[in-house]
């Protein structure tokens, strides 16, 4: 069983910064990706950013140029490193983590104000 410890949401105002971590536990797992997911009041949930084992990312366009994501393997941590901050990316974050099977984070929230 993996366990996921979210970290880093807050609250921030338009065109600041947050970063996200999201720290992977647990005996005898091995990653294949890792990933952020946001979901906004009353809107189905929304893929943001994803990782790979080897290194390779991918991003919704409303993040890109914005949001970065990166990992740590020895640590077994993903980031997310949002600047330029929008209204509409207030949303609760969630670390997405598969490895045989898929886990979830608890989700952080992050507001960000006019």
């Known amino acids: 069983q993996v366990q996921l410890v979210e970290s880093g949401g807050g609250l921030v105002q338009a065109g600041g910064s947050l970063r996200l971590s999201c720290a992977a536990s647990?005996?005898?797992?091995?990653?294949?990706?890792m990933a952020w997911y946001r979901q906004a009041p009353g809107k189905q949930r929304e893929f943001v950013a994803l990782?790979?084992?080897?290194?390779?990312?991918n991003y919704t366009d409303s993040v890109k140029g914005r949001f970065t994501i990166s990992r740590d393997s020895a640590k077994n941590t993903v980031y997310l490193q949002m600047n330029s901050l929008k209204p509409e990316d207030t949303a609760v974050y969630y670390c997405?983590?598969?490895?045989?099977?898929?886990?979830w984070g608890q989700g952080t929230q992050v507001t960000v104000s006019s």
């Open positions: 997405r983590v598969t490895t045989s099977i898929r886990y």
């Open positions: 647990g005996r005898g797992f091995s990653i294949n990706a």
């Open positions: 990782i790979t084992s080897g290194g390779n990312t």
